[in-house]
C-alpha cells in the first residue's frame, strides 16, 4: 500500500506563486509514475502533470505549461508542484496521485484511472 500527503495549498491573488508538496510512504518501491490532479468546484478531476519516478520526464496538461513545474525528491520521498502567474481559473482541490507500472502512459496518463493511489486533497484557491 501506498499513501500520498499534500500540503501547500492556500488563498492567493491572481499572478501569486504556491508550491504544493506531496510526500509518500509505504510501498514506494512500485510507483513508476506521480502527479497531481485537480478538481474545480462543479467539474470533473482533471489532469495537471505527471512526473516519472525513474528518469524525471515530466508531461504537463496545456493549460499549465510554461506557469507549473512538477519535481521530485526521492531521498525526501517527496513530489513538488510549483505554480506560477496563477490565475483564478486554476482554483481546485489539487490531489497528489500514484501509480503502478503501466503501459502507453503517455498515452493514458490524464485519465484518473491510470492512478492507483490518491492523496486526501489540498485547497487551492485564487481569486482576482
Known amino acids: 500500500q501506498v499513501q500520498l500527503v499534500e500540503s501547500g495549498g492556500g488563498s492567493v491573488q491572481a499572478g501569486d506563486s504556491l508550491r504544493l508538496s506531496c510526500t509518500a510512504s509505504?510501498?514506494?518501491?512500485?510507483?513508476?509514475?506521480l502527479g497531481w490532479f485537480r478538481r474545480a468546484p462543479g467539474k470533473e478531476r482533471e489532469s495537471v502533470a505527471v512526473?516519472?519516478?525513474?528518469?524525471?520526464?515530466?508531461i504537463y496538461a496545456d493549460s499549465v505549461k510554461g506557469r507549473f513545474t512538477i519535481s521530485r525528491d526521492d531521498a525526501e520521498s517527496t513530489i513538488y508542484l510549483q505554480m506560477n502567474s496563477l490565475k483564478p481559473e486554476d482554483t481546485a482541490v489539487y490531489y497528489c496521485v500514484a501509480a503502478n507500472y503501466k503501459t502507453r502512459y503517455r498515452d493514458t496518463w490524464s485519465s484518473s484511472t491510470f492512478y492507483d493511489y490518491w492523496g486526501q486533497g489540498t485547497q487551492v484557491t485564487v481569486s482576482s
Open positions: 512526473i516519472s519516478a525513474t528518469t524525471s520526464n515530466t
Open positions: 509505504g510501498r514506494t518501491s512500485a510507483i513508476y509514475n
